[in-house]
């Protein structure tokens, strides 16, 4: 398998590339291909030639490993190119966060989803409203590979002030979440749904 690793270089320290550099070390000893950016990069060409270098890499690996610091700035751009190129990640080491948004919980996100939105089932029967492509887009932004999966689950309906939902069901014909609050039950299409992510 080849590898690609998302870390930091700038700002790295000698024992945190030891660190990378043992870690890549049993990778490669299991007979995978790693490319890690400080050591198969050279950090002596253009800031331009250095990110496309990496593009290139990342492009043709199986998979990401990340250890994400927010103060890295060459961690974005690859977890950027990694994502608009739908790869697989896992996060190897990453940052605490709360109930603000953050990569870090992005990344969390990412690769907890990664299988279910690659396996997306539309069930649908009615593409009057919103294309089957817009609903693989809305299936992905909400992590799931379809939506008869959150039945049973509390959502934000709109805006978070205006509460937490229940979908008690799912209308394929009609494309949309029966809901229910205090009581009272109506149709929404997803489109309109805000999922609730589990705090770490």
């Keep these: 398998m080849k590898i690609f690793v998302i870390c930091s270089v700038r700002i790295a320290t000698p024992e945190y590339r030891k660190m990378l550099e043992d870690y890549v070390f049993v990778l ?6 790693v490319h890690l950016p400080h050591r198969d990069t050279n950090q002596e060409a253009t800031e331009f ?4 270098r990496n593009m290139q890499a990342i ?3 199986d998979e990401v490993h990340i250890f994400y610091s927010s103060k890295s700035l060459g961690t974005h751009f690859d977890m950027g190119v990694a994502f608009a190129l739908n790869k697989k990640i896992k996060v190897i080491q990453s940052e605490k966060y709360g109930d603000e948004k953050s990569y870090a919980r992005m990344l969390e996100t990412w690769e ?3 299988d279910k939105i690659n396996n997306i089932d539309v069930d649908i029967n009615n593409f009057t409203d919103f294309t089957k492509d817009e609903h693989i887009s809305n299936l992905k932004r909400l992590g799931e590979s379809n939506y008869k999966s959150m039945v049973g689950q509390t959502v934000f309906y709109v805006k978070k002030s205006y509460g937490e939902h229940k ?4 209308c394929p014909i009609k494309a949309e979440f029966l809901l229910s609050l205090d009581g009272s039950k109506f149709w929404s299409n997803p489109f309109k749904i805000i999922k609730i992510w589990k705090k770490q």
């Design 28 to 33: 490669e000893k299991d007979g995978h291909i």
């Design 49 to 52: 030639d250095i990110n496309n």
């Design 59 to 61: 492009k043709e690996s």
């Design 112 to 114: 907890n989803c990664y």
């Design 167 to 170: 979908i008690i069901n799912w």
